[in-house]
């Protein structure tokens, strides 16, 4: 369970790091059209 914690920190970590601002605004745009 431990390892599977760490793995999933890592990889949030890795994905905001890899993610830009323009990224995130495009999928928060996506989500909030679906929700819409």
């Known amino acids: 369970a431990k390892a ?4 999933t920190a890592a990889a949030g970590a890795l994905i905001a790091k890899t993610h830009d601002a ?4 495009a999928l928060v745009d996506r989500t909030i059209a679906e929700l819409g």
């Open 4 to 7: 599977a914690s760490a793995a």
């Open 22 to 25: 323009g990224a995130d605004k």
